[in-house]
């Protein structure tokens, strides 16, 4: 089994500043691109960043220059430090990964179960 944890989600006011993380573990034998998405309320869930096994990086436009994600592979875990926040940042966010599995080397996406920013004076 393969489980993603995310911690960090808080209520925040504008312009403040949140570091979300995300852990993998279990039967894990390498983890490819790592990404956090969200779902604000009465939307759909929408890309925020994404980061290759190299470090490679790519963010949704709303969120480039405020939001900065950050892997470390020796310990299976992204990062998502979020800075300037806005009540339009609002959302349950989730961490995504692309796992390979140790015991039968198959490559399958897995979510975490989320965690709540709430962004609000």
């Known amino acids: 089994q393969v489980q993603l944890v995310e911690s960090g989600g808080d209520l925040v006011q504008p312009e403040g500043s949140l570091r979300l993380s995300c852990a993998a573990s279990?039967?894990?034998?390498?983890?490819?691109?790592m990404g956090w998405y969200r779902r604000a309320p009465g939307k759909e869930r929408e890309l925020v960043a994404i980061i290759t096994n190299s470090g490679g990086t790519n963010y949704a436009d709303s969120t480039k220059g405020r939001f900065t994600i950050s892997r470390d592979n020796a310990k299976n875990t992204v990062h998502l430090q979020m800075n300037s926040l806005k009540p339009e940042d609002t959302a349950v966010y989730y961490c995504?990964?692309?796992?390979?599995?140790?015991?039968?080397?198959?490559?399958?996406?897995?979510w975490g179960q989320g965690t709540q920013v709430t962004v609000s004076a």
């Open positions: 995504n990964a692309n796992v390979v599995r140790l015991y039968d080397r198959r490559v399958l996406n897995y």
């Open positions: 279990g039967s894990i034998l390498s983890i490819g691109a």
